[in-house]
């Protein structure tokens, strides 16, 4: 039934995949926060039928792929998770963005899908000590699933080599779960 279901969505829906934020691919390992999204990447990915571009800077920062016309030298600095991120909207188009353009400063986005809160506040914290010039930090939680797991989650996620997170230990059929969950629609 699931292959026949497969099958069905992908003859019919060939532009609608919505990924799961651990199969966009776009993480490397990080030696404090577990994962981190990789630098300087340009990815283009299919979202309900349109392109959502992700973009990041050499530290990794998700940036629009627009230039911001508000450069000056404050900052202002958001943490979190996916919501932050923006799984299916371009970065231009996330409430980080536009705030910081309605402000007339910079903003920063420290999104990154998965994170747990304690993860979301360290990065926060990392970023505010290394900077000079942040107006305001803030860390953006959702109700749904950072007060569910709680500060600290029992997962243990690690990266693999095509930049997936991973839920489970390697194992033998983690290559078949792998393919499952890159080509899963």
Known sequence: AFLICEIVLR??????????TASLGIYA???ELGWALKPDIRVPRP???RTVL????????????????KTGAEQIA????SYVF???VNAEERSVYLLGEALGKSSVNLG???YDLS???????????????IAQGFLVIFVGNDIEYGAYSSKTVRVDELGYLRDAPSGRWNGVRSFFLRHSR
């Open 29 to 31: 390992p990080h030696p």
């Open 112 to 114: 990154v899908g998965g």
């Open 86 to 88: 923006g799984n299916e």
């Open 78 to 81: 958001f943490a979190g998770d």
């Open 119 to 133: 993860q979301e506040c360290l990065a926060l914290r990392r970023f505010m000590a290394q900077k000079t010039g």
């Open 54 to 69: 992700i973009r990041t800077d050499a530290a990794g920062q998700r940036i629009p792929d627009v230039k911001a016309s």
């Open 11 to 20: 003859l019919l829906r060939p532009g609608d995949n919505v990924h799961t």
């Open 47 to 49: 979202w309900a039928g």
